[in-house]
């Protein structure tokens, strides 16, 4: 498809195999010169995909899909979990190329239990579940998502880890992630009101180097303390 011809021609070039949309606009500009119309050209062709793809699939299908990922993301894609994140308000693009990532198995993927719905089903993982959904059904989950409101998580928090945290947030992760890492028009992960739990899991695999990062952020996040990422 047009899609994955795209995908295939724009390879990240830090080492990095898979060729999927998953790296924020500003990260790209900054390590290649004359990106600015690549990334017009990644966005025009990400909205083409899914008005080509999304006319294709029944209402009742994805209504089904979005039921199966809201028995563990929580209704509306809004988590009530701590190790599991909110999904609803992502960037299509970035929640698009999150399902790929997974479908290449390059993300870490734990087994989770199903947190509603039939909670008596096995165990699965996120690798499992995207192996499952076609190009349509990414187009089509992706743009549903997006669509949805973002809702901060309520959780017990420490104010004064918070203001710490903010700062740093300030110093090195706005540029990508603003407005405290809730604006989707970023192309980037939300951060602000996202559960602790899922955080501090993902800040541990960028750490540990099991989850794949651009190496503009891993410069980031080499730069930072456990403490700072607490």
């Not at 390590?31 to 999304?54: C, D, H, N, T």
């Not at 809201?70 to 299509?92: E, F, K, M, R, Y």
């Not at 203001?163 to 992760?173: S, W």
């Amino acid at each position: 498809t047009v899609v994955n011809a795209y995908r295939d021609k724009y390879l990240w070039s830090d080492g990095i195999s898979q060729a999927h949309f998953r790296y924020p606009v500003c990260t790209m500009i900054e390590a290649f010169p004359g990106f600015q119309e690549i990334a017009m050209k990644r966005k025009v062709l990400f909205m083409f995909s899914a008005l080509m793809l999304m006319p294709g699939m029944a209402a009742a299908d994805l209504d089904a899909l979005m039921q199966g990922c809201n028995d563990c993301h929580g209704d509306n894609g809004v988590s009530q979990w701590s190790d599991v994140p909110t999904i609803a308000g992502l960037a299509a693009i970035v929640h698009e190329d999150a399902l790929y990532i997974y479908q290449d198995e390059a993300r870490p993927c734990a087994e989770s239990e199903y947190r509603q719905g039939d909670t008596s089903r096995a165990p699965v993982t996120m690798c499992a579940l995207a192996q499952e959904l076609s190009e349509d059904d990414i187009a089509a989950l992706a743009e549903a998502y997006a669509e949805l409101p973002y809702v901060s998580a309520k959780q017990e928090f420490d104010a004064d880890l918070a203001a710490a945290g903010e700062a740093l947030h300030m110093q090195h992760c706005d540029k990508c992630h603003s407005d405290a890492g809730m604006n989707p028009d970023d192309e980037a992960g939300m951060l602000g009101g996202q559960q602790m739990g899922y955080l501090r899991d993902t800040f541990a695999q960028y750490a540990d180097g099991s989850r794949e990062q651009p190496k503009k952020m891993q410069d980031k996040m080499e730069l930072l303390s456990a403490d700072d990422a607490e």
